[in-house]
């Protein structure tokens, strides 16, 4: 993370101030992926400035009870805001 995050980067979509930088964001993703088997697709991608908007696919499941049966699927959209080539914030809507 340390080449494409921020050192000032705030993640807005955490719904906690103290998981809003990177580090939060960091134990975060190591709390999902030793509880669930997620898989992230990314649909489109668009530009404008310093802003990058990106719609996805998002496939969750159990650990223990990965098929199709039981994945659910989400479509999410992310705005980054990028500052010298890195993620300075992210937004989910």
Sequence with gaps: MAYFVHPLF???SMP???????DGVKTYLHILKTSLHF????ESLASCGDFVY???RL???PLHLVS?????VSMQF??????RGMIIAHWQA
């Design 68 to 72: 199709a049966q039981t994945t659910e």
């Design 54 to 56: 990106a719609s996805t």
């Design 10 to 12: 705030v993640d807005y």
């Design 78 to 83: 992310s705005i980054f805001q990028m500052n």
């Design 16 to 22: 906690f101030s103290i998981l809003q930088n990177a």
């Design 39 to 42: 898989h992230l697709e990314i």
């Design 59 to 61: 496939h969750v499941a």
